[in-house]
């Protein structure tokens, strides 16, 4: 995994603490109303909201409302006692409704790929389409998983150890991708990963993700070694109508692969989206 490779950040939009009633307060991005549908993204584990998702946030924009957010656990997101994706799926939805969105396309991102899943699952009513990235039904191979997010929380540590102190309000200014990466990181604590790793381990769709009748779209990371490509391949192939695209990148790519990853994701998105009834 090459960090160098870490995409460039430029102009990062600015966000801000949302009270979401009864649950918390998490930082949130939103690209604000538009003509278009609304496009809720769903952050990869160990990572905000805007690590994952700022190299292709302005682009997805043009399509329609883009909305996104730090899990709970991560970054910003709220403090809890517990972590479960089931918090996480009904934190997104109270996001929805404060912000007065009915129904939304959900976008996730590997732990996000399984909030995804697990909106539709919950809140059917709320979930006009589904874009599932580097996804899979089921991270039943815990030891697999932990080993390579260790691996990856090593590597982008050193991002930031040649680049000198973070500025005190850690924000973008004189400061170079790389570093502006490694900050984003280490909003998320170790033990934090470790819960949200330990509740990603315990989820499984096998059994319905065919039932998901709603419009999907799969994006393939094809050199994943957390998630094998076959076992994504084989999800996409669970879900009735759903299109596939493959891009030519590891679990990281998002961030590390940027424009290979938008080859897929782009169109993935523009194929749900013209599917979706509102």
Not at 27 to 32: E, L, Q
Not at 123 to 147: I, K, N, Q, W, Y
Not at 262 to 273: D, E, H, I, K
Request: hydrophobic share 45%; net charge positive; glycine share 10%.
């Amino acid at each position: 995994m090459k960090l160098t490779a870490v995409a460039p950040v430029g102009e990062i939009r600015t966000g801000t603490m949302v009270d979401l009633p009864g649950r918390g307060s998490t930082y949130v991005v939103d690209s604000g109303p538009s003509d278009g549908p609304t496009l809720l993204l769903l952050h990869s584990v160990a990572c905000t909201g805007m690590l994952t998702w700022y190299p292709v946030f302005d682009r997805l924009a043009a399509k329609g409302r883009v909305v996104v957010f730090d899990q709970r656990w991560h970054g910003r997101g709220i403090r809890s006692p517990r972590f479960t994706l089931e918090d996480c799926v009904d934190d997104g939805i109270a996001l929805a409704d404060v912000l007065g969105i009915d129904r939304f396309v959900a976008v996730g991102y590997s732990m996000g790929s399984l909030l995804a899943q697990l909106t539709w699952r919950m809140h059917a009513d709320r979930v006009a389409g589904l874009v599932l990235c580097a996804a899979t039904t089921s991270f039943r191979r815990a030891p697999r998983e932990r080993m390579v997010l260790d691996g990856f929380a090593r590597a982008v540590a050193t991002i930031g150890a040649d680049a000198g102190p973070l500025p005190v309000d850690g924000g973008r200014q004189g400061v170079g991708d790389r570093r502006w990466a490694y900050e984003q990181f280490r909003q998320t604590t170790s033990g934090a990963v470790s819960g949200a790793v330990a509740a990603i381990g315990k989820f499984d769709s096998a059994d319905w993700v065919a039932d998901i009748d709603v419009p999907t779209s799969v994006v393939v990371t094809a050199r994943d070694r957390a998630i094998p490509p076959s076992r994504q391949r084989w999800l996409a192939r669970q879900i009735a109508g759903a299109t596939s695209y493959e891009v030519n990148c590891g679990h990281a790519g998002c961030v590390m692969n940027a424009e290979e990853f938008s080859s897929g994701l782009l169109p993935a998105c523009s194929s749900v989206l013209a599917r979706v009834r509102l």
